[in-house]
């Protein structure tokens, strides 16, 4: 059973930075793809970032350029990278992982942007 355990959220003002970390059972570069993702109060679930196995990177429009998506081998965690932080970006971001065609999630960590 894959668990997939967030942390590094919290409040911050806006314009500022944080990172996001989550921690896999099982090597991360044995994922087909890994991401975040986030919800917002009363919207859906929507992309973030996603990294496959290869290294292929994509980002949702809003966060182009502010955010970054990584992995560290050594460390078997995936980041997010977050600056330039607006108060829109607001949400419980969820860690993502896609294994031999089935969803693994984490449980959550809230980011609260305040202006």
């Known amino acids: 059973q894959v668990q997939l355990v967030e942390s590094g959220g919290g409040l911050v003002q806006a314009g500022r930075s944080l990172r996001l970390s989550c921690a896999a059972s099982?090597?991360?570069?044995?994922?087909?793809?890994m991401g975040w993702y986030r919800r917002a109060p009363g919207n859906e679930r929507e992309l973030v970032a996603t990294i496959t196995r290869y290294g292929s990177i994509n980002y949702a429009d809003s966060v182009w350029g502010r955010f970054t998506i990584s992995r560290n081998r050594a460390e078997n965690t995936l980041y997010l990278q977050m600056s330039s932080l607006k108060p829109e970006d607001t949400a419980v971001y969820y860690c993502y992982a896609l294994q031999l065609g089935r969803d693994y999630w984490g449980q959550g960590t809230q980011v609260t942007v305040y202006s």
């Open positions: 099982g090597s991360i570069f044995n994922f087909d793809r």
